[in-house]
């Protein structure tokens, strides 16, 4: 796939479900009673993989539409035992492990060649506090979950990750007595948020946050915002080429996820968000971006759940403004799809940008000029095609991806809508 260098990036947009919450909304639903119909589902490689792992359970999943589906829930301890392909899904088989760990049974969990070398002992150490029987293989997938009576406890992981989080409040749906996560640095909470709406008893406080055991869950509805992670690299496109005008709708706001409108705003680039609203707890709004003279910033750990998944975008975003950006904190990029550390570092570089990489983040320094372009290899990361893709539309000769397919992992059809918005 070639990407051609853009006179402006301009239109109005939506972009696919959120996959966060859509992972959520299928597996919160199967643990409910009755029905739940997902609106604005986000269809893709990762989601498809839990709407399978949900039928391999015993949950009945109805496509009713592209980006509509009915799931039937079993309730809270209903699922059927068995072996599930979490394929490349992380957010999937760390939820997942959360939710069998007080289950009836025995189940299997395994993944693709990627998923594989990602660490699961963070997920497996807590629930096994708990009380859970959960085993790795050396810390990895294939896992081995057996249900088991599990007991409430205060945890404070070690990263700072919603996944983690996430799967020990869904282990503490089946426990007995409160479970508590305490988070120094907080993380997204579309768990908590769509818990709450199926009813769970959940307490969020400035630094730490509990479930208190369910009797049943009832979420009949969940409307799921489009995905801000999908919009990013649109975004950062209309912050890179001079004269672009882009504005997303329907787009989610949840403000553990937009960091990097922040980022956009102080680095220069015009930022306006408006026709905000909330349904199911998550927040709306229409997000426009117009350039600017893009100045150097600073990131540090404290801020990078904020944007994880968008850092890469960042560090293209640091090449193209004035002085040294530095991004620290963000070790837990290497042990991503790829070690996207040096997947960033590896792939701007040689389209020339001045880009070095550290043990945990990186150092750009920039300069309010295209980069010449070239070949930017995803390694089946879809972050990085997309990633690539921008590059080129911001470059003098464009960018060839290789791999570019991987960008159906978490959107479906990106290069299609890059292409509407795009003038040459
Ligand atoms: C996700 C959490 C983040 C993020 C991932 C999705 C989630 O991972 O990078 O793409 O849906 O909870 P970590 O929890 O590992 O930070």
Redesign the pocket.
């Given at each position: 796939m070639r990407v051609e260098p853009a006179a402006a990036v301009v239109g109005h947009v939506v972009v696919p479900g959120d996959?966060?919450i859509s992972?959520r909304a299928v597996l919160i639903g199967a643990l409910g009673e009755g029905e739940t119909r997902v609106s604005g589902f986000g269809r893709s490689g990762d989601t498809q993989a839990t709407v399978d792992a949900a039928r391999a359970l015993g949950v009945e999943v109805e496509d009713v539409a592209d980006d509509e589906l009915v799931v039937r829930g079993v309730g809270l301890r209903g699922l059927r035992p068995g072996s599930v392909d979490c394929r490349n899904a992380?957010?999937l088989m760390r939820l997942l492990t959360g939710v069998l760990a007080g289950q009836d049974g025995e189940f299997t969990l395994a993944g693709d060649e990627s998923l594989t070398q990602r660490p699961m002992e963070r997920v497996a150490a807590p629930l096994r506090r708990m009380g859970a029987d959960v085993e790795t293989t050396d810390g990895h997938a294939p896992l081995v979950v057996r249900g088991s009576g599990l007991h409430g406890v205060e945890i404070e992981p070690e990263v700072?990750?919603?996944?983690?989080k996430?799967a020990i409040l869904l282990a503490g749906l089946n426990a007995e007595g409160p479970t508590t996560v305490v988070e120094r640095i907080s993380?997204?909470d579309?768990t908590e948020l769509i818990l709450e709406a199926a009813g769970a008893r959940v307490r969020s406080r400035a630094a730490s946050v509990t479930v208190e055991p369910a009797g049943a869950l009832r979420l009949e509805q969940v409307i799921v915002p489009g995905d801000f992670?999908s919009a990013a690299p649109l975004l950062v496109a209309a912050a890179l080429v001079p004269g672009s005008d882009l504005t997303i709708h329907d787009l989610g706001v949840n403000p553990h996820r937009t960091g990097l409108l922040a980022v956009l705003e102080r680095m220069g680039a015009r930022v306006s968000v408006f026709n905000r609203r909330r349904a199911g707890g998550e927040p709306f709004a229409s997000v426009q971006v117009q350039p600017g003279e893009l100045v150097a910033t600073e990131i540090g750990a404290d801020e990078v759940?904020g944007l994880?998944?968008e850092l890469p975008l960042v560090a293209l975003l640091s090449s193209h403004a004035r002085g040294e950006t530095r991004v620290s904190g963000a070790g837990?990029l290497r042990v991503?799809e790829t070690d996207r550390i040096e997947a960033v570092t590896d792939g701007l570089r040689p389209l020339g940008a001045r880009i070095h990489s550290l043990a945990d983040g990186w150092t750009v320094r920039g300069v309010p000029a295209r980069l010449r372009g070239g070949r930017v290899d995803a390694r089946g990361d879809h972050r990085i095609a997309m990633l690539g893709a921008v590059a080129g539309l911001a470059s003098r000769e464009g960018v060839a991806i290789e791999g570019a397919d991987t960008a159906a992992i978490s959107f479906p059809g990106f290069y299609e809508l890059l292409e509407s918005v795009t003038r040459r």
């Open positions: 996959k966060s992972h992380g957010t700072a990750s919603a996944q983690v996430s993380t997204r579309h992670s759940p994880v998944d837990e991503k």
